[in-house]
């Protein structure tokens, strides 16, 4: 079993930066992909990225690609988050699975969450 807790949310300014964490206990990250989701109000949970543990390898959604960076160390991952848009407001949440080759971004196959931390960008 791996529990995970976010911390870093707040609330900023548009084209500010907020670094939200994602720390795992019961278990290690070693052999696990760790994604970052987010939901908006009224709006389905969607994919922002993901990190791959064992090679640092990443994967990022269109939306967030070249504004937001995916890091890992010390069993924590971080979401690195620049150039904020009030379009990014939304809970975040960290997921994890275990590691395989394909980047998975649906919420389905993800059977570990966080409890997740809101973010707030305003305009």
Known sequence: QVQLVE??????????????SCAASGRTF???TVAWF???PGK?????GA????????HYAD???GRFTISRDKNTVSLQMN??????TAVYSCAAKLSVSTWYTGTNVYPYWGQGTQ???SS
Request: net charge positive; proline share 2%.
């Open 7 to 20: 911390s870093g949310g707040g609330l900023v300014q548009a084209g500010g930066s907020l670094r939200l």
């Open 30 to 32: 070693s052999s696990y």
């Open 38 to 40: 987010r939901q908006a």
């Open 44 to 48: 389905e949970r969607e994919f922002v």
């Open 51 to 58: 990190i791959r543990w064992s090679d640092a390898s990443t």
């Open 63 to 65: 939306s967030v690609k």
């Open 83 to 88: 150039s904020l848009k009030p379009e990014d």
């Open 119 to 121: 973010v707030t960008v």
